[in-house]
């Protein structure tokens, strides 16, 4: 079967075409551009990649189109598709039809840590001689990949709340039918398809309703919209962590680079680990849970944390020339701003926190966290802003970080700034939620 992947670019979409090739079928696709890491994959594999969008990618016609979600009505290969009357499907569509149907689906969701968490989960799952399966929008070092295929029924999904494509605007997750399904939590994003947090929770809520009885919900008891999820209804047994029962975590260190782990009151065991902040630990926390409700004993999942390396572009370090670290983080909400921020300054480095931030994303770029972009900069020393192709009036937004912002909307102009202020001992965290024009590249250079 000959399988063209329209958008193959996307994570999620390269990661369609890695399990399509895994299940034996010709893969082609088409992008505009390809993140080179995911190009690298495909390549290996033997998936062709088209550059751009003709519609003469599809002559000789495949026995199936997969469209991403990025994909338009007006694309070129969108309109032949439609006009030729070719099969076609949505990626997450094909997932569940061909990949996750009569398998033990673990899918976590979340506006912030699904792909640290399913990366954990899948690799204490592999630490575990379980042989999961599992598609994540990144890359961790210890999976090597994005997307397995995997020996047994577990599987382990990355479940985005982001619309399903063109012509399917429900939620990518509803598709999933998990058996284990992590909520981290919950804040408004997306702006470009939802109109507030009440839809969201809409989505959420179609995604609780897909859980069997038999099933469990694993959630962050700390988080109020949860909490107004679940209440709508829910038929299916939870487990809480970052609450007062369930799983805990105590950080022993200020770095919180050790931690105590608790369930029910009672000790389960240490883990000393490279990563550190908050954030990472309620993400170890529901990975372990969601593991323990396959059979996998906390001591176990705790063993397989304790070698875990992270996840590229989540606070990934690129390089410390000169003594400076450079750190590529994906953040591009507020709330992981502020707790990027917060795990970095509990670190051991002395030296100042240089930020170079790309408000990137459509719910960015339209300025609806504007309110609190700038005090989630608050642990910054100094804050160096990509101001271009915005909806919003940086100067007033930034205003109150005084002379600790620089905007430009020029790339060599930020990256000159950061240059002539970066001194050795200080760390520099790039984040943005796309490539940024490779600054990251242009900064190692010329630091």
């Known amino acids: 079967m000959h399988v063209h992947i329209l958008g193959i670019g996307g994570t999620f979409m390269a990661g369609v075409a890695l399990l399509a090739r895994a299940a034996g079928h010709r893969v082609t696709g088409s992008d505009a551009g390809l993140y080179p890491p995911m190009s690298t994959q495909l390549a290996d594999a033997g998936i062709d990649v088209m550059d751009g969008y003709a519609a003469a990618h599809l002559d000789p ?19 032949h598709t439609l006009d030729a009357g070719l099969a076609y499907t949505s990626g997450p569509q094909w997932l569940a039809e061909n990949i996750l149907r009569g398998r033990w689906v673990l899918a976590v969701a979340g ?3 699904k792909t640290t968490t399913a990366s954990m989960l899948a690799h204490i799952l592999q630490h575990a001689g379980l042989a999961p399966g599992f598609l994540i929008g990144g890359i961790a070092p210890d999976l090597g990949r994005s997307a397995a295929m995997g020996s047994s029924d577990f599987f382990v999904v990355e479940a985005d709340e982001y619309d399903t494509a063109f012509f399917d605007k429900r939620a990518k997750f509803v598709h999933y039918r998990p058996r284990t399904l992590v909520l981290n939590n919950l804040e408004f994003d997306h702006a470009d398809i939802f109109d507030d947090l009440e ?29 107004d999820v679940l209440a709508r209804g ?10 007062a029962v369930g799983w805990q975590a105590e950080a022993m260190t200020a770095a919180g ?31 372990l849970a969601a593991a323990r409700h396959v059979g996998v004993a906390p001591e176990v999942g705790i063993e397989a944390l304790s070698a875990f390396s992270g996840v590229r572009r989540r606070l990934e370090l690129r390089g410390t020339p000169g ?4 750190y590529d983080d ?35 770029r339209r300025g609806v966290h504007a309110d609190t972009l700038a005090a989630s900069f608050e ?27 620089t905007l430009a909307d020029d790339i060599d102009h930020l990256v000159a700034a950061v240059v002539a202020a970066a001194a050795p001992g200080d760390t520099v965290v790039v984040m943005s939620n796309g490539g940024f024009g490779g600054i990251h590249e242009r900064l190692l250079d010329a630091l």
């Open 234 to 243: 829910c038929w299916t047994p939870t487990v809480a962590f970052n609450g």
């Open 323 to 326: 003594g400076i670290a450079v």
């Open 257 to 287: 680079d050790r931690l105590r782990i608790r369930l029910d009151g009672a000790d389960v065991g240490e883990l000393s680990w490279s990563l550190g902040g908050a954030h990472n630990r309620d993400n170890a926390l529901a990975a």
């Open 111 to 113: 506006t912030h840590g």
């Open 61 to 79: 016609a495949p026995d199936q189109v997969v469209i991403g979600n990025a994909m338009t009505r007006g694309n070129p290969a969108v309109e």
């Open 199 to 227: 839809a969201i929770k809409r989505q959420f809520h179609h995604l609780v309703r897909t859980v069997p009885a038999g099933g469990q919900i694993v959630h962050n008891a700390s988080e109020p919209a949860l909490d």
């Open 379 to 405: 642990r910054a020393d100094a804050v160096y802003v990509y101001a271009a192709n915005i909806d919003w009036d940086a100067d007033a937004v930034f205003a109150g970080l005084g002379d600790r912002v």
């Open 330 to 364: 994906f953040a591009h909400h507020p709330t992981a701003i502020r707790t990027t921020l917060d795990g970095l300054r509990a670190g051991a480095r002395d030296g100042r926190i240089l930020v170079v931030f790309e408000p990137r994303s459509n719910t960015m």
